[in-house]
């Protein structure tokens, strides 16, 4: 369903939410007390497994934004010229960046309700998201433009602001594959011929897998996550899982902060836990680069930095990686003290990672 004109129930819903929580601070001046904002405490120790419904998500501890303080009257002032920007911007059909609202708030007639950095207005944005329970896309939020693609056998049916368009993302595309919009939600689903979803980290290895044919002669679906995937990355990805009924794997290069890319993809991330259940794929797995294939394959290498070993440390304490496949993966890097990117596969031949590498992985964890 789209949510570009402002009489959907999506947009309605976004802006009666956001209405709401400005009430809530006016009820609670005009019954004589402090308006506060509780949102629950964003931190890994209060991210817990929800075995319902499969994925990390917030715990009970929870911080509260109070006027009694001058900082917390200023964050609550930010809110409230926020809500009200959202809420104008809904009613007028508009959209905007982040990176906009953060350079908007300079002509907000009140000093004190300017943003003093985009981190400040990208997390204002996310206390209302789960105050309100309504997604930063729904208030029309996009970031700036990720340039996340995919490529493979599917045909969809996007709806855009010049009207709807059908696209199968290999015949109708070039070889940079179809752009995932800001908010996958508007697309859907026409027809697929796809066995799996492959989520690859670089654009390096992405374009190999194209160049070398991989997604037409196995039927794949690859998703370019481009580092750290965007939200509307790993929202298409849990659809194409979810409704397509298709198996995804993620491939990244070996080192702590690809896993960290795989861990989101499939658990979802600290920041965004409040919405694991909408973007995370807790059926994803990790097809490599394995430690265990810096050693077998004798791959070119590059010493861990200290930031790296503290991270793996680190990673062995995160609910995340609690299963002793991450956990023997992870002692064997701290031991081998290397990493490798997905590009060191080459050192085999520019036809290794297509014709030998992943069908043999793939084929061992039965995707294909």
């Not at 809904?90 to 000093?111: C, F, G, Q």
């Not at 997604?215 to 298409?236: C, F, M, S, W």
Request: with cysteine; charged share 30%; proline share 4%.
């Amino acid at each position: 369903m789209s949510t570009d004109s402002d009489d959907t129930p999506d947009t309605e819903v976004a802006r009666e939410k956001l209405i709401d929580l400005a009430a809530e601070f006016y009820d609670q001046f005009a019954e004589g007390d402090v308006p506060t904002m509780t949102i629950p405490t964003r931190t890994k120790s209060n991210i817990e497994y929800d075995e319902d419904k499969d994925v990390w998500v917030y715990g009970d501890r929870t911080s509260t934004r109070s006027a009694k303080t001058v900082s917390g009257a200023e964050k609550l002032l930010k809110a409230t010229y926020t809500i009200d920007f959202l809420a104008r911007q809904l009613d007028e059909d508009r959209s905007s960046t982040l990176r906009e609202l953060y350079y908007l708030s300079e002509s907000w007639d009140v000093e004190e309700a300017q943003f003093n950095s985009q981190d400040e207005s990208n997390d204002l944005v996310e206390d209302l998201e789960i105050v309100s329970d309504v997604t930063r896309e729904d208030f029309h939020m996009r970031p700036e433009e990720s340039g996340a693609t995919i490529m493979g056998p599917l045909k969809l049916r996007e709806q855009t602001r010049r009207g709807e368009r059908e696209i199968h993302c290999q015949k109708d595309v070039g070889e940079g594959g179809y752009q995932i919009p800001n908010n996958p939600d508007t697309i859907e689903f026409l027809e697929n011929d796809a066995d799996f979803v492959l989520c690859v980290e670089t654009g390096g290895m992405r374009d190999r897998l194209v160049e070398n044919g991989f997604d037409e002669e196995y039927n794949v679906i690859v998703v370019h996550l481009k580092g750290q995937p965007a939200r509307a990355t790993r929202r298409i990805t849990k659809r194409l899982h979810d409704e397509l009924d298709l198996p995804v794997v993620v491939f990244t290069d070996g080192d702590p902060w690809s896993y960290r890319i795989y861990g989101s993809v499939a658990y979802g991330s600290i920041k965004s836990a409040h919405l694991s259940e909408y973007l995370a794929t807790p059926a994803a797995q990790f097809v490599g680069i394995r430690p265990e294939d810096i050693v077998e394959y004798d791959l070119p290498t590059d010493p861990l930095s200290d930031s790296d070993i503290n991270a793996l440390e680190s990673e062995l304490e995160d609910p995340r990686f609690q299963t002793e496949f991450w956990k023997e993966q992870i002692e064997l890097q701290l031991d081998i003290g290397k990493k490798a990117e997905q590009q060191a596969l080459a050192s085999r031949g520019l036809d290794f990672v297509t014709d030998t590498y992943l069908p043999e992985r793939l084929n061992e964890m039965d995707v294909i």
